[in-house]
């Protein structure tokens, strides 16, 4: 298939620096030499050490416990200087990694319900993190450390409602998706990787179906549907899935309407529908209307975690009683499907460390993408509208959905299905367009975009065993 051409942030750390015992005028380069008189200096060295060993030999008999007292005085004072200086160098160490430190005292005192230490850790957030979100000169790091720092507020807070992130304004929320669908390859490894796996499957079929579990704005579908076009011959049919929780029915209308028009645009013979999942019976009926085999597509990068918690239930019971010919899933790699350390299976504390590691990872890819004069505002706008709230969301409602969940069952009578050559080629090729931190891994069934050799986002594909 052809297209046209998706945080590490380090955590404050310190360097090591070189120390010299002496003052700088002593202290040499081991290669330097120094001209000197040894004649001269042998002479006031004898000179020097003859009238120290007489003065200590005539003083040693006069010491008295007076003068033993005096040098103890002395000792202690020496110590206290060097225990104050050991002191400020600690508490100026721990300016600089405080906001690692403070952020997991946080998280350790929320999961522990202590509410005290919780202020306590908040408060001096707030010194050390002025005037976020409002600051453009902070630093990427500090900005990220204010949206976990919400986070652990809301979900200590018992007012969840009024603490959950405001909702972003469509036209925003739009211009971050168009940043970052143009200049990073996040959303481009995801769609044509699914696309490919889906064309792939469908070699040789002349009507293909997909079910979309979370089509959003329907921006996958554009590229898919322009390279059924060019092989002529195909009609394409979509499927929108929805729950109650995560309907949005003025989302939906929009994204029928913009890819019907576009399908036109194409002479692509193109068919929308959508239907709300209530029970099990809904899937039974649905399953009786469908004619021929169906694909299954989820893209959970943009869910919101609750519904993301239930997809873990609503999935198997699709694949269950509709038995698709393929499942594509795409995944952001902290909240993975089956991962070992997953929603079910990791503490709060073991949770918050994995997301701190994997948004500094992520603030660091994205960083590299937004070059140029504008690379602080599309990075502001990213965060505000996209990375922000997400972090927000995980922190604040991690766990506050209790779902059976494990590796085995999660796609039963389903197995993990390799890639073509094509398609991993192509996530290659994609990804070498940008920043040479950027890379792919590939394991049985799934690939995963990379920075830095640690996993951002995966796409896995499954077929009947």
């Known amino acids: 298939m052809s297209y046209p051409c998706s945080p590490l ?179 481009k490894f995801a769609h044509f990787t699914a696309n490919q796996a889906i064309l792939d499957a469908t070699k040789g079929v002349t009507d293909v179906h997909v079910v979309d579990l979370n089509i959003g704005e329907g921006i996958q579908w554009p590229s898919f549907m322009s390279d059924l076009a060019r092989h002529g011959g195909i009609s394409f049919h979509l499927t929108a899935v929805t729950t109650d929780a995560d309907y949005r029915g003025d989302v939906h209308h929009e994204s029928a309407r913009r890819l019907s028009e576009f399908a036109d645009s194409l002479n ?64 952001e790699e902290l909240v993975r499907i089956g991962k070992e350390a997953s929603l079910c299976n990791a503490s709060f504390v073991d949770f918050f460390f994995e997301a701190l590691h994997h948004f500094t990872t992520v603030f660091e890819s994205l960083g590299s993408c937004f070059g140029g004069g504008n690379q602080g505002v599309c990075m502001r706008l990213v965060e505000r509208e996209m990375v922000g709230p997400r972090i927000q969301d995980f922190v604040g409602h991690y766990g506050s959905v209790t779902v059976e969940a494990s590796t085995p069952g999660v796609l039963e009578r389903y197995g993990a299905c390799e890639l073509s050559s094509c398609n991993v080629a192509q996530a290659r090729m994609l990804v070498g367009l940008f920043n040479r931190g950027f890379g792919v891994v590939l394991e049985k069934g799934r690939l995963a975009l990379c920075w830095k050799s640690r996993p951002l986002t995966s796409v896995s594909v499954w077929a009947p065993i």
């Open 268 to 331: 692509l013979p193109f068919q929308y529908s959508s239907f709300c999942i209530h029970s099990d019976e809904d899937l039974h009926a649905f399953s009786k209307s469908c004619k021929g085999s169906v694909i299954f597509s989820c893209d959970t990068t943009s869910m919101p975690y609750k519904s993301m918690s239930k997809l873990q239930t609503l999935l198997p019971a699709c694949v269950k009683i509709l038995r698709p010919k393929l499942v594509v899933i795409v995944e």
């Open 9 to 187: 942030l380090s955590f404050p750390i310190h360097e090591e620096s070189t120390f010299f015992p002496w003052p700088p005028q002593v202290a040499l380069h081991e290669n330097a030499t120094i001209q000197v008189d040894h004649s001269t200096d042998q002479q006031q060295d004898n000179e020097f050490l003859a009238t120290m060993d007489q003065d200590y030999v005539g003083g040693w008999h006069h010491q008295d416990a007076s003068d033993v007292g005096v040098f103890l005085d002395c000792d202690e004072r020496i110590l206290g200087q060097e225990s104050g200086n050991l002191a400020a160098i600690q508490e100026e160490l721990m300016e600089e990694n405080s906001l690692t430190d403070l952020l997991l005292t946080g998280a350790e005192a929320v999961e522990a319900g202590d509410s005290s230490l919780a202020s306590a850790v908040f408060s001096r957030l707030d010194g050390l993190l002025p005037g976020i979100p409002d600051n453009a000169s902070a630093s990427s790091f500090d900005r990220l450390a204010d949206h976990f720092a919400q986070g652990l507020r809301c979900r200590i807070s018992s007012a969840r409602v009024r603490c959950s992130p405001p909702e972003p304004l469509p036209s925003d929320r739009m211009s971050a998706q168009q940043i970052i669908q143009e200049l990073s390859p996040f959303a």
